[in-house]
């Protein structure tokens, strides 16, 4: 009967919310809860209380959460009263439950806070890209501007190269061509004075 009453008082020595919701103590095998020996009136018990508190259907909901707990409590209570080693091992079982909800909160929560991590390095590295990239646009449309003006630099140098050398082509021409002709006047004056050099003296006759 101790190792009963003791099973008991492990389910049921706990904090239960009241309508208000404060938290008071349930004491020892005196709580407030409905006698759940009609599991339809229970089931409907149960889903009154889940409708009043507004509790989500899906999803991770504490209040329902804690209306089900509440009930699996109750259900342990009034099998171990009937049965101590029944109790005990809805007990064990309840509690395998619990840690491994709490194991998955916790994985649940480091991934969360993993993803969070993940993110923001995404996004600072989505910034960085960014600025890199506009960096870069920046400094691209500066190499084409400089191209730009070199290869108008190249097109006048170029012209100015070509106006050179066609003025110089033409005042070499025209150096050559007076050349030429003052070559040709001066063979042609050597060319008279030559014949006239070599032309035979007539004789002069006596009167």
């Known amino acids: 009967m101790d190792g ?5 008082g492990s389910v049921c020595f706990k904090h239960a919310s009241d309508e208000i919701g404060r938290d008071q103590p349930a004491g020892f095998l005196c709580l407030p809860m409905r006698m759940m020996d009609d599991p339809v009136a229970s089931q409907e018990d149960l889903d009154s209380k889940l409708q009043t ?14 209306l089900f707990r509440q009930t699996f409590d109750e259900v342990i209570r009034q099998v171990t009263i009937n049965c101590a080693e029944r109790g005990l091992l809805l007990l064990r079982v ?8 709490a194991a998955y909160q916790t994985l649940y929560e480091s991934c969360i806070a993993f993803g969070m991590r993940k993110a923001l390095l995404s996004e600072q590295r989505k910034m960085e890209m960014e600025e890199a990239v506009n960096r870069l646009a920046t400094e691209n449309q ?6 730009q003006e070199l290869k108008e630099l190249c097109e006048a140098t170029e012209k100015k190269e070509l106006e050179r050398r066609t003025q110089v082509y033409k005042l070499d ?7 030429v002709q003052s070559l040709t006047k001066s063979n042609a004056e050597f060319k008279k004075k030559l014949e006239d050099l070599l032309a035979p003296s007539q004789p002069v006759h006596k009167k």
């Not at 009963?4 to 008991?8: E, K």
């Not at 500066?142 to 191209?147: A, C, G, I, S, T």
């Not at 021409?173 to 050349?179: A, S």
Request: hydrophobic share 30%; net charge positive; aromatic share 0%.
């Open 142 to 147: 500066d190499l084409e501007r400089q191209v």
């Open 53 to 66: 508190r507004q509790a989500r259907e899906t999803g991770i909901c504490p209040v329902r959460e804690e």
């Open 4 to 8: 009963r009453r003791a099973v008991v």
């Open 173 to 179: 021409e025209k150096k050559h061509t007076d050349e």
């Open 94 to 101: 309840r509690d395998e439950i619990r840690m491994r909800i």
